[in-house]
């Protein structure tokens, strides 16, 4: 059972900077792609960034020069770190980890989710 495992969201000043993360095991199969997507009250789920397991990344135009996204694997567990800088009140959602899987078929799984709140 694949299990994806978040952390590192809070309340931060505009201008500010949080590190989330998150963990996923479980797969017997290889992670091609994991991302963070985040939604906000009453607006669709939308992409962040995305990084293949070859190191490729991809992200969305707002966050572009403010976030990074990085991996890293061991034996048991990949995880995905979303670094986030300069920080702005628009960046307000529950931030979701995401991972796709395939073995026969592509399947894609979803962390709980962690609330970032930014003040002004």
């Known amino acids: 059972q694949v299990q994806l495992v978040e952390s590192g969201g809070g309340l931060v000043q505009a201008g500010g900077s949080l590190r989330l993360s998150c963990a996923a095991s479980?797969?017997?199969?290889?992670?091609?792609?994991m991302g963070w997507y985040r939604q906000a009250p009453g607006k669709q789920r939308e992409l962040v960034a995305t990084i293949t397991s070859g190191g490729s990344t991809n992200y969305a135009d707002s966050v572009k020069g403010r976030f990074t996204i990085s991996i890293a694997r061991d034996n048991t567990k990949n995880t995905v770190y979303l670094q986030m800088n300069s920080l702005k009140p628009e960046d307000t959602a529950v931030y979701y980890c995401?991972?796709?899987?395939?073995?026969?078929?592509?399947?894609?799984?979803w962390g709980q989710g962690t609330q970032v709140t930014v003040s002004s």
């Open positions: 479980g797969s017997r199969f290889r992670i091609n792609t």
């Open positions: 995401n991972c796709d899987i395939k073995s026969s078929v592509l399947v894609r799984y």
